[in-house]
């Protein structure tokens, strides 16, 4: 089970000194302040990472507890929410919206493009009475990558709270929290940070504070409960026991980052998509996306004749390598290329592109060349 290759949109490969991290021996974090003080750390250093001077908390739970978390914390009965949806993930906020008595009203768009701002705000004109909205970063089914620092903004001008899921793109892609007045910004640890899968992160802002503190209801549930973490730090005190090894883990993690310089992380990610699209263009792959390319994944297109599916399962087998396929209606229409935090590395990306060469070839696809030769044509 442990000696596959693997190269899915998340979880990422883990480094060496991050695996080694969550073996060292660890205190009581109920009771050692010392441990209070580390996680407070490690939250000034992700916070710092994703630009914002707002409150940052590391719950414990996958990625998905931060997105139910946020709607659980915000919404209240019939509040209405707008939720933006170019992807499956943008869609899969209705229900945590619905499932905590709100009115989910979607915006609803092509999934193979970037939310068009000009034709949201014409929306918003018209219709602007919502709580709150959520937006997917990059939506990883298809890898699609909206405009934040102009969306975000453009809903707080009409005071609607802002709630993103970046559980796929921090790191990866550039991420303003504060400059783009985002009010909840969702990451888990296993995507370009590159951990293992086990935490969330979320960012909090005094409005989204603000907004919890009035609510006339209260918040159902207490894991998903945001407001428990307000004074944890004064207090010296957490609301449940905090899984230790996780978050020194975690630390390890986002010190390689800070190490390596956040600008410098997107920039790598950034060279390696970009060349890793304009190879397969040139090779004769169709890529599904026609704008809102993201750094963190690449989704191409695979003929009805070879089939997602089938073309994963032949890597699999031959190769022992896991590659992705994708969620939902394009399961058997899609194959992911999973470029995030470790994997967004020469020697990996190098390596898959040879592997699916191969395999496309050996499954009767005509490519144009060699996806490597071409990948090294257009790595600037
Ligand atoms: C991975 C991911 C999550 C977390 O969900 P899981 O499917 O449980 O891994 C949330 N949002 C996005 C966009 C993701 O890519």
């Not at 991050?18 to 250093?45: G, H, L, M, W």
């Not at 949806?85 to 193979?112: I, P, R």
Request: hydrophobic share 35%.
């Amino acid at each position: 089970m442990n000696n596959k290759n693997v190269y899915m949109p998340g979880p990422s490969n883990v480094r060496e000194n991050v695996r080694q991290a969550r073996s060292i021996k660890t205190t009581n974090p109920d009771v050692d302040v010392d441990f209070v003080e580390f996680y407070k750390s490690t939250c000034d250093k992700m916070a710092k990472i994703i630009n914002t001077k707002n409150d940052v908390y590391i719950l414990s739970g996958e990625g998905i507890l931060g997105l139910e978390a946020a709607c659980a914390s915000l919404t209240e009965k019939n509040d209405r929410v707008l939720v933006i949806d170019n992807g499956v993930f943008g869609k899969g906020f209705e229900d945590f919206v619905t499932m905590y008595g709100g009115e989910a009203v979607l915006f609803s768009k092509s999934y193979k493009k970037a939310i068009d701002v000009e034709e949201l705000e014409r929306f918003l004109e018209k219709d602007h009475d919502f709580k709150y909205a959520t937006i997917v970063h990059c939506d990883t089914p298809t890898g699609v990558l909206n405009d934040l620092s102009k969306i975000c903004p453009l809903l707080k001008k009409y005071n609607i709270l802002t709630v993103v899921d970046s559980v796929a793109a921090m790191v990866g892609e550039k991420l303003l929290v504060d400059d783009w007045q985002i009010d909840m910004v969702l990451g888990g640890s296993q995507k370009a940070i590159s951990a293992q899968p086990g935490l969330s992160i979320v960012s909090v802002s005094e409005d989204a504070k603000n907004s919890m503190k009035n609510r006339k209801s209260k918040i159902i549930g207490f894991y998903c409960n945001l407001t428990i973490w307000e004074d944890y730090y004064e207090q010296k005190y957490f609301p449940y026991t905090m899984p230790i090894s996780d978050i020194i883990s975690l630390d390890r993690a986002l010190e390689n980052i800070l190490e390596e310089g956040t600008e410098n992380t997107i920039k790598r990610h950034e060279r390696i998509a970009k060349a890793t699209r304009e190879a397969l263009k040139e090779y004769g792959g169709e890529l599904f996306l026609n704008s809102g390319y993201s750094n963190t994944v690449t989704a191409l297109v695979i003929p009805e004749n070879i089939g997602a599916l089938n073309l994963t399962k032949y890597i699999r087998e031959k190769y022992n390598t896991i590659i992705g396929t994708s969620l939902g209606e394009y399961v058997d229409k899609l194959l992911r290329i999973g470029h995030m935090g470790e994997n967004a590395k020469l020697d990996k990306i190098i390596y898959i592109l040879d592997i699916l060469d191969n395999s496309l070839k050996d499954l009767g696809f005509q490519g144009n060349g060699s996806l490597v030769s071409l990948f090294n044509k257009y790595y600037k």
